[in-house]
Protein backbone atom coordinates (compact mmCIF):
# COMPACT_ATOMS: atom_id res chain seq x y z
CA UNK A 1 0.00 0.00 0.00
CA UNK A 2 2.89 2.54 0.29
CA UNK A 3 3.16 5.37 -2.54
CA UNK A 4 -0.32 4.56 -3.54
CA UNK A 5 -3.01 8.04 -3.71
CA UNK A 6 -6.14 7.86 -2.41
CA UNK A 7 -8.42 10.54 -3.56
CA UNK A 8 -12.56 11.51 -4.28
CA UNK A 9 -13.48 11.70 -7.84
CA UNK A 10 -16.47 11.62 -9.91
CA UNK A 11 -17.63 9.23 -12.02
CA UNK A 12 -20.24 11.00 -14.42
CA UNK A 13 -22.88 8.40 -15.74
CA UNK A 14 -26.26 9.07 -16.89
CA UNK A 15 -26.72 12.58 -16.54
CA UNK A 16 -25.09 11.82 -12.89
CA UNK A 17 -22.38 12.65 -10.80
CA UNK A 18 -21.43 9.36 -8.93
CA UNK A 19 -19.14 9.39 -5.67
CA UNK A 20 -15.93 7.52 -6.56
CA UNK A 21 -12.74 6.95 -4.27
CA UNK A 22 -10.01 6.62 -6.66
CA UNK A 23 -6.59 4.00 -4.88
CA UNK A 24 -3.69 4.85 -7.47
CA UNK A 25 -0.03 3.58 -7.10
CA UNK A 26 2.97 5.47 -8.41
CA UNK A 27 3.28 3.32 -11.28
CA UNK A 28 0.17 1.25 -11.92
CA UNK A 29 0.08 -1.83 -14.11
CA UNK A 30 -3.47 -2.12 -14.40
CA UNK A 31 -6.87 -0.95 -13.04
CA UNK A 32 -9.93 -2.71 -11.34
CA UNK A 33 -13.45 -1.24 -10.82
CA UNK A 34 -14.57 -2.63 -7.83
CA UNK A 35 -18.68 -3.56 -8.53
CA UNK A 36 -20.64 -3.00 -5.39
CA UNK A 37 -23.26 -5.76 -4.47
CA UNK A 38 -27.38 -5.08 -3.76
CA UNK A 39 -29.20 -3.17 -1.06
CA UNK A 40 -28.09 -3.67 2.48
CA UNK A 41 -25.70 -6.28 1.38
CA UNK A 42 -23.65 -3.14 -0.09
CA UNK A 43 -23.64 -1.62 3.56
CA UNK A 44 -22.67 -4.55 5.35
CA UNK A 45 -19.60 -5.27 2.49
CA UNK A 46 -18.42 -1.70 2.78
CA UNK A 47 -15.26 -1.90 4.91
CA UNK A 48 -13.94 -5.49 3.40
CA UNK A 49 -14.25 -3.66 -0.24
CA UNK A 50 -12.21 -0.94 1.05
CA UNK A 51 -9.66 -3.34 2.11
CA UNK A 52 -9.70 -5.07 -0.98
CA UNK A 53 -9.77 -1.19 -3.40
CA UNK A 54 -6.42 -0.62 -1.03
CA UNK A 55 -5.00 -4.26 -1.20
CA UNK A 56 -5.25 -3.56 -4.94
CA UNK A 57 -3.53 -0.32 -5.00
CA UNK A 58 -0.57 -2.27 -2.87
CA UNK A 59 -0.17 -4.95 -5.81
CA UNK A 60 0.31 -2.22 -8.47
CA UNK A 61 -3.41 -1.98 -9.61
CA UNK A 62 -5.46 1.25 -9.25
CA UNK A 63 -8.94 0.87 -7.59
CA UNK A 64 -11.87 2.94 -8.16
CA UNK A 65 -14.71 1.85 -5.99
CA UNK A 66 -17.79 3.81 -6.52
CA UNK A 67 -21.11 4.12 -5.94
CA UNK A 68 -23.84 3.27 -8.37
CA UNK A 69 -26.98 5.75 -8.87
CA UNK A 70 -29.45 5.46 -6.17
CA UNK A 71 -27.12 3.96 -4.13
CA UNK A 72 -24.52 5.22 -0.96
CA UNK A 73 -23.15 8.68 -2.01
CA UNK A 74 -24.56 8.93 -5.25
CA UNK A 75 -27.83 10.72 -6.14
CA UNK A 76 -30.94 9.59 -7.32
CA UNK A 77 -33.81 7.03 -5.85
CA UNK A 78 -32.82 3.61 -4.74
CA UNK A 79 -36.25 2.83 -6.10
CA UNK A 80 -35.99 4.47 -9.27
CA UNK A 81 -32.67 2.46 -10.23
CA UNK A 82 -32.80 -0.53 -13.01
CA UNK A 83 -29.53 -2.87 -13.95
CA UNK A 84 -29.54 -1.14 -17.08
CA UNK A 85 -28.43 2.37 -15.28
CA UNK A 86 -26.12 0.60 -13.10
CA UNK A 87 -24.34 -1.22 -16.50
CA UNK A 88 -23.99 1.97 -17.55
CA UNK A 89 -22.49 2.97 -14.03
CA UNK A 90 -19.92 0.46 -14.62
CA UNK A 91 -19.05 0.95 -18.17
CA UNK A 92 -18.42 4.78 -17.17
CA UNK A 93 -16.30 3.81 -14.48
CA UNK A 94 -14.01 1.51 -16.28
CA UNK A 95 -13.57 4.42 -18.57
CA UNK A 96 -12.83 6.98 -16.23
CA UNK A 97 -10.16 4.48 -14.63
CA UNK A 98 -8.73 3.78 -18.07
CA UNK A 99 -8.41 7.67 -18.57
CA UNK A 100 -6.78 8.17 -14.99
CA UNK A 101 -4.16 5.19 -15.38
CA UNK A 102 -2.99 6.59 -18.87
CA UNK A 103 -4.96 3.31 -20.33
CA UNK A 104 -3.79 0.65 -18.51
CA UNK A 105 -5.36 -2.52 -18.90
CA UNK A 106 -8.62 -2.10 -17.05
CA UNK A 107 -10.86 -4.92 -14.98
CA UNK A 108 -13.54 -5.64 -13.19
CA UNK A 109 -14.23 -7.20 -9.80
CA UNK A 110 -18.02 -7.55 -8.35
CA UNK A 111 -19.47 -8.76 -5.00
CA UNK A 112 -22.81 -11.02 -5.51
CA UNK A 113 -25.43 -8.91 -7.48
CA UNK A 114 -22.49 -6.30 -8.36
CA UNK A 115 -20.53 -9.47 -9.80
CA UNK A 116 -23.21 -10.48 -12.15
CA UNK A 117 -23.43 -7.18 -13.27
CA UNK A 118 -19.77 -6.83 -13.70
CA UNK A 119 -19.94 -10.56 -15.74
CA UNK A 120 -21.72 -8.80 -18.05
CA UNK A 121 -20.48 -5.35 -18.78
CA UNK A 122 -17.62 -7.06 -19.38
CA UNK A 123 -19.12 -8.93 -22.43
CA UNK A 124 -19.14 -5.74 -24.07
CA UNK A 125 -16.72 -4.81 -26.87
CA UNK A 126 -15.09 -2.27 -24.40
CA UNK A 127 -11.24 -3.36 -23.82
CA UNK A 128 -12.34 -5.41 -20.06
CA UNK A 129 -9.22 -6.73 -19.50
CA UNK A 130 -10.02 -9.40 -16.48
CA UNK A 131 -12.87 -10.36 -14.60
CA UNK A 132 -13.62 -11.15 -10.61
CA UNK A 133 -16.68 -12.41 -9.75
CA UNK A 134 -16.85 -12.36 -5.90
CA UNK A 135 -19.38 -15.14 -4.48
CA UNK A 136 -22.17 -13.91 -7.89
CA UNK A 137 -25.41 -14.12 -7.78
CA UNK A 138 -25.43 -16.90 -10.14
CA UNK A 139 -29.41 -17.18 -10.38
CA UNK A 140 -31.29 -13.79 -10.13
CA UNK A 141 -34.69 -15.76 -9.47
CA UNK A 142 -33.48 -17.93 -6.51
CA UNK A 143 -32.12 -14.01 -5.04
CA UNK A 144 -35.49 -12.69 -5.35
CA UNK A 145 -37.42 -15.91 -4.19
CA UNK A 146 -34.62 -15.71 -0.81
CA UNK A 147 -34.79 -12.05 -0.23
CA UNK A 148 -38.49 -12.26 -0.36
CA UNK A 149 -38.64 -14.91 2.18
CA UNK A 150 -36.04 -12.83 4.57
CA UNK A 151 -38.09 -9.87 4.61
CA UNK A 152 -41.43 -11.97 4.68
CA UNK A 153 -39.74 -13.69 8.19
CA UNK A 154 -38.38 -10.09 9.24
CA UNK A 155 -41.68 -8.86 9.07
CA UNK A 156 -43.71 -11.52 10.46
CA UNK A 157 -41.13 -10.99 13.54
CA UNK A 158 -41.56 -7.40 14.05
CA UNK A 159 -45.40 -7.71 13.99
CA UNK A 160 -44.79 -10.82 16.48
CA UNK A 161 -42.36 -8.07 18.86
CA UNK A 162 -45.32 -5.90 18.49
CA UNK A 163 -44.71 -3.50 15.76
CA UNK A 164 -47.39 -2.95 12.61
CA UNK A 165 -49.29 -5.36 11.07
CA UNK A 166 -47.63 -7.57 8.69
CA UNK A 167 -49.38 -7.92 5.06
CA UNK A 168 -48.62 -10.43 2.96
CA UNK A 169 -50.00 -8.96 0.15
CA UNK A 170 -47.43 -5.91 0.29
CA UNK A 171 -44.78 -8.77 -0.41
CA UNK A 172 -46.43 -11.17 -2.88
CA UNK A 173 -44.20 -9.93 -5.91
CA UNK A 174 -46.47 -10.22 -8.47
CA UNK A 175 -47.32 -6.85 -9.05
CA UNK A 176 -45.74 -3.64 -7.44
CA UNK A 177 -42.48 -2.67 -5.28
CA UNK A 178 -41.79 -4.45 -2.50
CA UNK A 179 -39.34 -3.77 0.66
CA UNK A 180 -36.22 -5.71 1.19
CA UNK A 181 -35.03 -4.33 4.60
CA UNK A 182 -35.72 -0.71 4.01
CA UNK A 183 -35.24 -0.79 0.30
CA UNK A 184 -38.03 -0.22 -2.42
CA UNK A 185 -37.47 -2.77 -5.20
CA UNK A 186 -39.78 -1.86 -8.09
CA UNK A 187 -41.71 -4.50 -9.70
CA UNK A 188 -39.03 -3.77 -12.72
CA UNK A 189 -36.24 -4.08 -11.58
CA UNK A 190 -37.54 -7.12 -9.67
CA UNK A 191 -38.05 -8.87 -13.45
CA UNK A 192 -34.79 -7.53 -14.67
CA UNK A 193 -32.57 -9.40 -11.80
CA UNK A 194 -34.94 -12.92 -12.04
CA UNK A 195 -33.49 -12.39 -15.74
CA UNK A 196 -29.82 -13.00 -14.29
CA UNK A 197 -28.55 -16.46 -14.62
CA UNK A 198 -25.11 -16.60 -15.38
CA UNK A 199 -24.78 -20.26 -16.17
CA UNK A 200 -27.80 -20.44 -19.02
CA UNK A 201 -26.81 -16.95 -20.31
CA UNK A 202 -23.44 -16.65 -19.45
CA UNK A 203 -21.07 -13.90 -20.13
CA UNK A 204 -19.64 -13.27 -23.64
CA UNK A 205 -16.16 -12.08 -22.12
CA UNK A 206 -13.32 -14.26 -23.07
CA UNK A 207 -10.50 -12.84 -20.90
CA UNK A 208 -9.29 -14.48 -18.03
CA UNK A 209 -11.74 -14.72 -15.13
CA UNK A 210 -11.75 -15.32 -11.10
CA UNK A 211 -15.10 -16.90 -9.58
CA UNK A 212 -14.34 -17.07 -5.71
CA UNK A 213 -16.44 -19.19 -3.72
CA UNK A 214 -16.83 -18.05 -0.04
CA UNK A 215 -17.73 -20.62 1.97
CA UNK A 216 -16.27 -22.89 4.84
CA UNK A 217 -15.50 -26.07 2.17
CA UNK A 218 -12.04 -26.63 0.79
CA UNK A 219 -13.43 -26.55 -3.08
CA UNK A 220 -15.91 -24.50 -4.84
CA UNK A 221 -19.31 -25.73 -5.37
CA UNK A 222 -20.87 -27.28 -7.90
CA UNK A 223 -22.67 -24.22 -9.09
CA UNK A 224 -19.44 -21.83 -8.38
CA UNK A 225 -18.01 -24.46 -10.68
CA UNK A 226 -20.51 -24.62 -13.50
CA UNK A 227 -19.98 -20.94 -13.61
CA UNK A 228 -16.28 -21.35 -14.44
CA UNK A 229 -17.10 -23.59 -16.93
CA UNK A 230 -19.82 -22.08 -18.36
CA UNK A 231 -17.10 -19.26 -18.69
CA UNK A 232 -14.10 -18.78 -21.67
CA UNK A 233 -11.44 -18.52 -19.39
CA UNK A 234 -12.27 -18.88 -15.93
CA UNK A 235 -11.39 -20.84 -12.62
CA UNK A 236 -13.16 -21.08 -9.53
CA UNK A 237 -11.55 -20.86 -6.35
CA UNK A 238 -13.02 -22.16 -2.70
CA UNK A 239 -11.87 -19.27 0.29
CA UNK A 240 -12.63 -19.65 3.71
CA UNK A 241 -14.52 -16.45 4.74
CA UNK A 242 -17.54 -16.13 5.93
CA UNK A 243 -19.93 -13.96 4.67
CA UNK A 244 -18.63 -10.23 4.15
CA UNK A 245 -22.30 -9.27 2.82
CA UNK A 246 -24.25 -10.50 5.74
CA UNK A 247 -23.16 -8.85 8.90
CA UNK A 248 -22.49 -5.24 9.44
CA UNK A 249 -19.11 -5.02 11.45
CA UNK A 250 -15.64 -5.39 11.49
CA UNK A 251 -14.40 -8.58 9.94
CA UNK A 252 -11.17 -9.84 8.61
CA UNK A 253 -12.07 -10.11 4.90
CA UNK A 254 -7.77 -11.19 4.28
CA UNK A 255 -8.78 -13.99 2.55
CA UNK A 256 -11.07 -12.89 0.18
CA UNK A 257 -8.31 -9.92 -0.28
CA UNK A 258 -5.22 -12.27 -0.81
CA UNK A 259 -7.04 -14.46 -2.84
CA UNK A 260 -8.10 -11.47 -5.29
CA UNK A 261 -5.13 -9.63 -5.28
CA UNK A 262 -2.36 -12.50 -5.57
CA UNK A 263 -4.53 -13.72 -8.98
CA UNK A 264 -4.22 -9.90 -10.03
CA UNK A 265 -0.31 -10.56 -9.53
CA UNK A 266 -0.41 -13.37 -12.08
CA UNK A 267 -1.84 -11.93 -15.08
Known amino acids: MAGANERVITVQSGGAELHGVLHTPADPVGGVVLCHPFAEEKK ?16 GWA ?38 TGGARIGLAGLRLGAALAAQV ?12 LEPVVDGARYIKDNMRRSIIKAMMTKRDGGEAFDATSMAGGEGAVDFDGYTVSAAMQEQIKAVNLVQSPSDFGGPTLV ?17 SACKQAVAV ?30
Open 44 to 59: CAHRALVDLARACAGV
Open 63 to 100: SLSFDMRGCGDSPGTFGEQDLVGWREDITAAAQLLGRE
Open 122 to 133: AGDPDGIACLVM
Open 212 to 228: VNLSSGDEPTEEMQSLA
Open 238 to 267: AVKQEPIWQRIGLMDASPTVEAVTGWLQQL
